[in-house]
């Protein structure tokens, strides 16, 4: 088989370890068109976004429809504490590993960030140490531009929804009806093609003279009746901005006293940035994006942004966004970046499309590695439920990246908080603690065979682990049904650390033998649905708020009760208690509320209360972000 | 002399004109690798957006530095109707006769537009007819993401504000001070760099020692205490959304009920687009981006991004967005296309930076052609005193575009609103209402001729207009002082139609004798100042509100009194009174308000209401805007 070794670079690993950005920095990353040559890939098949990014075509995944696809290999986590257990990182590593030292053709799929938190708290989202995707200042900022596409587009479809409310208020219908179908000087009327989908929803065939239409006809196409009290459509920003979580509206001496409480939420969890995840193709695209449901008519009819006219427009808003971005790892091994919907209200993972387009690059017998997020209970569930679901392709593999660190943590350690120190528990050997926490890894391992691949875990080491602890995660993984479970150090020493891995990866992929399942059909009930996935956590039931019931009852009735499941669960806990570290059993789930993506294609109950808007502590990360103005160099970006 | 004529591209020009995106779709724009390989750039200076856009790198002035400029036009008009007068349909018609007609070097500099306007009722704005700017769909989405770059910036210096009043209301000084700059284990503290400047502006210089810092000095340091009603900076969005022109933020449970009333503006209003706009090095826009105000403290003192430590991250996410976007008009000349901050609360002109670089490769005997937003009263008169000043650059030649319709309008004629069918006075001829009129069109030119440069007025034709009305406005302009007038069809018939405005243009140019002049000097009170310029509006006298008056006290008392006067003016009337048509004189101009964009460097009076929100009328341009799925176009745009 030919390789792709051409492109790749030789690591030069210091110890200890630098910081991210300074061994990003250390690196002069290949243009990209060199790398994209390496994939046999000509310049109609991309776009240069400056010279260590482009856009992958989607005609890409067109030309090469008959050619076979790699291995399909996801990587999850265990529960993680709120420090990460390095799941990016064990991805790139593991990309690195099979490119760099173990001559296969691979492609790391992973998600883009939201720019907020790099600006907060949390620091840049590209890997770490020496399992990095670069340049790292460009993949943690703006990137290709697809969420800003995707703010753009999520904020004209708002400030559309409340200028209709705006507009119906004060016009009678039939001043509506010939604002929004002005007659032209020749007696027709000027019908946006967007506008007959409306007409055809309702059942209304327009009569050869548009002047036939009844008085009834033009009420109930012109008029939407949108429901203020209903509008489940948030306006975005991708920054976290606190003081936005609640707002109002309309205040302004124009706007008649239609004042509307609303919020806004980070961009990244726009139902927008999930269409764009699930979505296959730009048809499929423009479907979805004119069918997301924006809220209900007063009389209970869900109201569609092709009901608003805009289902188009948000498409040509998004139609460089759907391209997936082409960039490189440390090593000079291949990346497409691709979309970054929220792990909890949606479902955390990459595109289809990029995945699609890198499973035809690959071909046989090379790697597609992509990355589910939040724990495997919500990440590796939602991967295989909704995502594998609607793009119809198979993994063979699952990774599962655990620590020593989380492991004691389920043992009983105490609490690990973010920005405070490490309890000596986790600095020192404590294999009983260890031991004890296991059950968290084998749960997470026997729920994820239940798909039918076969599961490697991946112990991310940290210097601080013992021989002793490092044995006892092993033999527990082994003894819950793992394909494999190997010791890494990516982090210190990029691909090299990962070798093992990759040898693990390559094996469960080749000796997959299970055809795929699911963990629920699609046409039994949305509460038949909650419950098989409430089961998978260790629930004994479930607790429906008077709200969950009644939006059940909605939904169904709109029908929409097909759809997959997507659970907004905390990544804390099997549970919905983030302190019930472990694996929890005998709980009752409640689901305090239900919401609806219909565009992207999924119900999502709510299990707790989801934050959908960070905020930003004393001293933020931007207070070290700086231009360094002799070398045009960002600096202190984590 | 070389020229760039390989890339010129032959227009066939059809009878009736197509509509713009109809003409734009029916050439197949060159490669923009194509057009910088003719400007002798090479791909060390450029980044390609596509294969259509490059951003060409500030370096390329820096190499060019010592070379000689071209010839610098300003592109400006009378006081126009709502329609417009085809002032940026004119800047391309007269590069196209320039570079594809009179084998002239010549580059076109153009504002990129606001989305807002585009996806309302507006439409795009790449020119017109068969003289555009293309793609024009590139051009007028996203184009390479400098207005998204400005709205993240923007609102993260918003959410800055907000959190910081948040954080500064629950902590004690030392509290404040500790979490700011945290105790390393060393005993250090991490202040970080920006923290620095802030030292040194509070005049307290960081002892050896940090424990010797004084408690009032760590309070003085640590507690900004802006004051909320104080706060000027808004959050934007490019998106025309009415209900956002007056908002409450901060009601969420754990926002502690600090609600504050706020509204958005469009982005394009944020002074991050005038910085931008007016910035001439990196280094400089960290400096402007760093010291922009956000509003005082509760003593008075005016309250910085830096003070905020956000100045370095604001120039991180704006370091992309510094370098010019290179495109090319339908004849094949190129463009490049940068800001494009308001006309009214700002200055209305495209950036320095690309008419620095412009000039350079154009170099001597080629044309920069740029345009001023609004009518001369206001756009050149900010083009001089404003971006001129801060640039050091000296126009030879300023063409004011006229209309018949115009100018009828001036002469007495009917309103004109957009939207609704002309009156017949506009449609046969009638060259009384023109030659009355013509007072309009001498006001703009007589304005004009005080900074030195010579006058070439074009008369953008419509088909309607006859020969003995085109001939009255040629001889009024010469009696008005022009250099030249000229007829031009350069929307009909591309660079061919203004062949004669480029010869004029040329002359122009080349027969330029005197010194440039300023209607103003800096260092004269900020009410003189405005005086002078409200006499060039014809005002006999100006008149302050209790709130102006006391905001120029503020101002002048924080130091800022030496920055040029921004006039925020109706661009319908040389008076305040948009209904003022002609050349009205003996008014008193009313000043509202006085704001300041200290980073962008200049105060800005308010003369009357200026809308910094655009909203959606009851059938948007959305409505026709799609993509047409079996070739990837989009269609609709207008």
Redesign the interface.
């Known amino acids: 088989m030919e390789t792709w070794s051409k492109t790749i670079r030789k690591l030069d690993v210091l110890s200890p370890v630098p910081t991210d950005i300074d061994i990003a920095n250390s690196v002069t990353p290949l243009p990209i068109s060199d790398i994209a040559d390496s994939l046999n890939l000509s310049s109609n098949h991309y776009?240069?976004?400056?010279?260590y990014k482009a856009?992958v075509l989607l005609s890409v995944a067109d030309e090469l429809e008959d050619s076979t696809d790699g291995y399909y290999v996801v990587v999850a986590g265990i529960t993680p504490t709120p420090l990460g257990e390095g799941k990016s990182t064990t991805t790139v590593g593991l990309c690195q590993a099979l490119g760099a030292f173990l001559d296969k053709k691979v492609f790391t799929c992973i998600r883009q960030p939201s720019?907020g938190p790099t600006?907060g708290i949390k620091g840049g989202a590209a890997g770490g140490g020496y399992s990095q995707v670069i340049p790292m200042?460009e993949f943690n900022?703006?990137l290709t531009?697809d969420i800003?596409?995707i703010?753009?587009a999520n904020?004209?479809l708002?400030?559309?929804i409340?200028?209709r409310i705006?507009?119906e208020a004060s016009?009678s219908d039939k001043a509506?009806f010939n604002?929004?179908?002005?007659l032209n000087k020749d007696g027709t009327r000027s019908f946006?093609?967007?506008?007959l989908k409306r007409f055809e929803k309702l059942g209304i065939s327009i009569p050869e003279n548009h002047n036939d239409l009844t008085p009834d006809e033009i009420r109930r196409f012109a008029r939407l009746d949108i429901d203020p009290e209903s509008i489940t459509w948030h306006?975005v920003?991708?920054?976290?901005?606190?003081?936005?979580?609640?707002?109002?509206?309309?205040?302004?001496?124009?706007?008649k006293e239609?004042f509307?409480?609303t919020?806004f939420d980070i961009s990244v969890a726009s139902e927008i940035m999930a269409v764009l995840a699930l979505t296959t193709s730009?048809?499929d695209m423009?479907d979805r994006l004119g069918r997301m449901v924006v809220g209900n008519s007063k009389a209970g009819e869900p109201i569609t942004a092709d009901d608003l006219?805009?289902?188009?427009?948000l498409?040509?808003?998004m139609?460089?966004a759907i391209n997936p971005t082409l960039m490189q790892t440390l090593e000079g091994t291949p990346v497409l970046v691709h979309a970054g919907p929220f792990a909890n209200i949606a479902h955390g993972n990459s595109s289809i499309v990029a995945d699609k387009i890198a499973l035809k690059l690959v071909g046989p017998g090379g790697f597609v590695v992509t990355e589910a997020g939040f724990g495997a209970d919500i990440g590796a569930e939602k991967f295989m439920n909704i995502k594998c679901r609607y793009s119809g392709l198979v993994p063979q593999c699952a990774v599962i990246v655990a620590t020593v660190r989380a492991l004691k943590m389920h043992g009983g350690g105490p609490e690990v908080v973010a920005g405070r120190p490490l309890d000596h528990a986790y600095l020192s050997e404590n294999v009983g603690l260890v031991e004890a926490g296991c059950v968290n890894l084998a749960k997470h391992i026997s729920n994820t065979k239940i798909y039918g691949v076969n599961v490697v875990v991946a112990v991310n080491m940290f210097s601080t682990d013992s021989q002793a602890e490092l044995d006892v995660v092993k033999t527990a993984a082994m003894a819950a049904g793992a394909f494999d479970a190997v010791i890494c150090t990516h982090h210190a020493h990029g691909g090299k650390g990962a070798i093992e891995l990759g040898i693990a990866v390559q094996s469960a992929c080749e000796r997959q033998s299970e055809a795929m399942r699911f963990l629920y059909p699609l046409d039994i009930s949305i509460k038949e649905k909650i419950y098989a996935i409430a089961k998978s956590y260790g629930a004994v039931g479930v607790e429906y708020s008077d709200q969950a019931e009644k939006q059940i009852e909605m939904y169904t009735k709109q029908g929409f009760s097909d759809l997959p499941i997507c659970m907004a669960k905390t990544q804390y806990s099997f549970s919905h208690n983030p302190s019930q570290k472990g694996a929890p059993s005998g709980f009752i789930l409640p689901i305090r509320d239900v919401r609806a993506s219909i565009g992207a294609g999924f119900i999502y109950p709510l299990v707790g209360t989801m934050s959908t808007m960070p905020?930003?502590?004393?001293?933020?990360?931007?207070?070290?972000?700086?231009?360094d103005?002799a070398t045009?160099k960002?600096v202190?970006?984590s």
Do not use: S, W
Not at 47 to 51: I, P, Q, R, V
Not at 192 to 195: D, E, I, S
């Open positions: 776009d240069l976004y400056g010279k856009k720019q600006f200042d900022l703006h531009g800003h596409a703010t753009a904020n004209l708002a400030a559309a409340d200028t705006f507009h016009q509506l604002r929004l179908c002005p946006a093609k967007v506008m306006r920003m991708d920054v976290n901005d606190r003081f936005l979580r609640k707002i109002t509206v309309g205040q302004g001496p124009n706007e239609m509307r409480e919020c730009l048809a423009r006219g805009i289902g188009g427009a498409t040509v808003l139609k460089d905020g930003l502590p004393t001293r933020p990360c931007f207070f070290d972000i700086d231009i103005l045009g960002v202190g970006l």
